[in-house]
């Protein structure tokens, strides 16, 4: 029988094994973990920290034990591959509790070694903790239960998950983060809201802000300020577990990430690699490394149909990820337009306020929707949804939207189910699509960001919203016309470039085919008085700060 | 300038003349509806009368006024078409109030009369209430107040909506149905899930029972029993309003529908139709009527566009359709098994039992999937989910996955938003997918209704589960070998043909691919022992009755 040495026990890894087994019941399969547990659940992690989830025991979701009974696995923990052979096509294995080393033949290889938490040059840096696997999770909670001030480096995706599972251990929780905003795969303003949420549960969020020494009760801050914890964590980013494949001499890309092709085959014929230590293609734009366990878990499978003669490709990577906290949802997919603005790219963007179903039935609440636009081909380019309910389900749906080839126009025929407690007659996502097709028809929209340059610039801005509304909050320069006079003055505007605003755009929009009809240039503020104050309180010092 | 006059007044109808608005400024447009309201939001109707919506206003979500003022729309209440001159092209009108008529030309014609639930030719009909506008509403609420019992006949969305929310208000309800089950576009063992939750809310439940008769204090059902009554409530379909577009000789189809092409234009190329009226083009299989608002209000985009010289082509409809009632959910899209079934198609069958999030997430509940897919072309052709949570999330997507041509092994490459409290690394989808793609490679499974057939005709049936699921309830004819034990009995079962199963038909695949090995012909029990026992209790007199 042929002998397939799997590298990496947890979600790349061992999805590559269970499936090898199941298409080959003959072949020996021998899967390598240095670490304690396989097969535990990343994902789970900070909310044990919080007691969220309860049982530790509830994250193990398979023992060496249980896959030697069902699926005949040689799995080995506390044993590190050290040293891989491509010529011999052999792997260099040491069992970490007795130290003794052996070699061992494969007829093929699977890389699943995933990436480690990044440990940034600074003095003190070995006080910080990190978070990746149970062992680490065991020592965070060690440290919170006497902490009481945590100072979380980092404001990702698992950064903010601890931020909120320490603050619901009782902790007083700083967030710092390099960047201006938090959650790099949103863009400022849609971020801004998650920001929002973190301060008001009481998180102290530093944005715009590096760390630079851990001390003893403190730490450092950009300018030198001091922040007292007890407790830091590093949660700044990751680096590829790819010495073994460098060693080996397989190809990596100029970030230290292993090259791989659509079936997951490194540069060498037996030697496959998926999961975090992997550089992906990407939906649009350049390959980059995607840290998401559904991706290790496909990947992972398709490796091993590759292995066993059957291969399948795989998809170009959109990059579909999401993070609760504090009651709000933010999720994402694919590009950000900072991205593709910083790329020269033709984009439209558009944002929308719609309640999660329909406003009549109880419990509505209102989600924050993005959309981006390849300008020339209406193709979809990416979406963020930020809100209390339903933004899972919307970002999943133009995902696949995505996948299917979709544009952004035909989001409007979109059958989605409705009743009033699920969605709206036109659900959010076809109202996506209606805009996107007036947009693809010629109709202008103007950016937040875009605004201050246009006033400067001569362009009017109207106001349609009603007189109660404008007196809660203006747009500075703005003039007050409520929607249901506009008529009265069309004329009187015939000739002038004007932008119209209302609360989320959908009045803009009546407006501003009402007055192009009078012979007005028009322009409708996308995403209304909403987007705009997201947009300006995210990017204001104080936003910022 | 054109005047355009649009039949109807809610949601096709006024979704055509505010597009029409927009696109036009100068037109005349006359909204002409025969109710007292238009722009209501018919599907909150039921919820209203369980006071789940406590305001009635909150139902009316524009008023004549206010569409004048926003749309310079010319909407008149309680005035109804009476006859179409397409020749003259003129509409003959009647108000209500004073009986006065008039006549008014139009350049484009657009009908959205709906379709008016039917009253079925027994005894007593006119004692029965039904449910369409809110003048309907507030009878059966009048009614409601001083009743104790209710008969609600007919158990389709609007039948069990009402059927909930008159439990809700106190009443003791019974539902009588004359098809075998309720939710016709759900397969009879996935409208058994819900079935089941109607009776344990405590509606009595009476399937394959027809409505004879409604007398004083009861009603009378097929076999001359009697159930008490002060209530009756008619749900058993709709028959559209299509008399008025008869008469003026458009093409309607062999049940009464309105003909349309694919940009919404009846027979006479100056009227358009849309809505409950219209026969639509179907994602597969024949055209049929489709009774939804979101196709309505569609449509009704759709003809305004087409009458303004901007035509876009309606897509085929796919009937996705959700219903949420007793905290569970059941959507649908697309075809089901027992049409397929009828029709001779050869189609594969897939039936899920996944958690609607990870399971060491606290608040997991267990969701019911059903895929339905072409076997020759491997295209998605519906598909139904039950449970407490997530099941709109799903369908929706997969009804996104249909309408951009993925096939059913295409959903395992989707990029679901995935954190533990939203889904599983291999979200429910992927993992339809994934057991999608494994039978397209050739694994045989088998339904729940064709298990006892084959057990009679000699395969033999392996229970793959643990002693103590077995012990808990097992498949008649069935032999237990735990999944754990089985390699050592694979040889044993060597040219044998077995069918395999387990709880939901996960390890009954893992068991598949073993037995398979070695030189077992292997079936896996779709779904496992939970799809058979909702089969078989859903199908039972028991459950039938
Ligand atoms: C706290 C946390 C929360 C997360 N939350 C989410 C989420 O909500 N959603 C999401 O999609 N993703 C999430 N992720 C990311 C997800 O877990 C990863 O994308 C996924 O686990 C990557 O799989 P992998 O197989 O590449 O690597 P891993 O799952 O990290 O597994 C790699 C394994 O290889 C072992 N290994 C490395 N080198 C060797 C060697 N030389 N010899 C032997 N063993 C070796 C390591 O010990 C490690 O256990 C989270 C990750 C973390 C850490
Ligand atoms: C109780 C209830 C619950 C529902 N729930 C849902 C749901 O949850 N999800 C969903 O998708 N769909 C639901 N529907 C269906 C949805 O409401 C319809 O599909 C949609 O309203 C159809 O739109 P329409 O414009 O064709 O007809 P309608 O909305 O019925 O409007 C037609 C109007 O035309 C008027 N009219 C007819 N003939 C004339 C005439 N000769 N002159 C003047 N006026 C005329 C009628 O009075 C009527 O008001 C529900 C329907 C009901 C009744
Ligand atoms: C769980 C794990 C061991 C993989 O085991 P697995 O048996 O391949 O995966 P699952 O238990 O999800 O089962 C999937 C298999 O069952 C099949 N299956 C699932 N439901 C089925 C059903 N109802 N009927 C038939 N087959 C079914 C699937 O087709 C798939 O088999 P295939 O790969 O041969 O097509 C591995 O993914 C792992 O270690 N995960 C934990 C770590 C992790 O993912 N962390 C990140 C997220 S927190
Ligand atoms: C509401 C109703 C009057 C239609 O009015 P409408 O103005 O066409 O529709 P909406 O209020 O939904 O607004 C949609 C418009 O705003 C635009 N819009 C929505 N959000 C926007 C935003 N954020 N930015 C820009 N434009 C936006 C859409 O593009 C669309 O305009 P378009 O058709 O010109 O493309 C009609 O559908 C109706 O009567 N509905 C009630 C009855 C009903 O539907 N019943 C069944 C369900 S209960």
Known sequence: PRTFVIIGGVAGGMSAATRLRRLDEHARIIVLERGEHVSFANCGLPYHVGGVIESRDAL?????????????LDVRVRTEAVAIDPTERSVRVRDLASGTEESIRYDALVLSPGAAPVRIPIPGVERGLVLRDLADMDAIIAAAS???????????????ELAENLRHRGLEVTVVEMLPQVLRPFDVEMAGLVAERIR?????????????????????????????????VLSVGVRPESGLARDAGLELDERGYIVVDEHQRTSDPHIYAVGDAVVKQRFDGPASPVWLAGLANRHGRLAADAIAGTPHAAVPALGTAIIGLFGVTAATVGRTERELRDEGRDIRVIHTHPMDHAGYYPGATQLAIKLIIDAASDRILGAQAVGESGADKRIDVIATAMAGGLTASQLADLELAYAPQFASAKDPVNMLGYVADNLAAGERSVQWHELEALQADGWLLVDVRT????????????????????????????????IVHCKVGQRGHTAARLLEQYGVTVANLDGGYLTWSAGVAATSPKGAA
């Open 60 to 72: 193990v979701l398979q023992t060496p034990q249980a896959l030697a009974a069902r699926f005949t």
């Open 146 to 160: 006497t902490a009481r001030r945590a100072v979380v480096a980092g404001a990702g995706f698992i950064g903010l």
């Open 467 to 498: 007189e109660g509304e404008n007196a809660a909050g203006a747009i500075p320069g703005s003039r007050l016309i409520p929607l249901d006079e506009l008529r009265e003055h069309a004329e009187s505007l015939r000739g002038e470039r004007v």
């Open 200 to 232: 008001d549960a009481g998180v102290e969020l530093r944005l715009s802000t590096g760390l630079t020494a851990i001390e003893d009760g403190h730490v450092v801050v950009g300018d030198g300020e001091t922040i007292p914890a007890d407790l830091v």
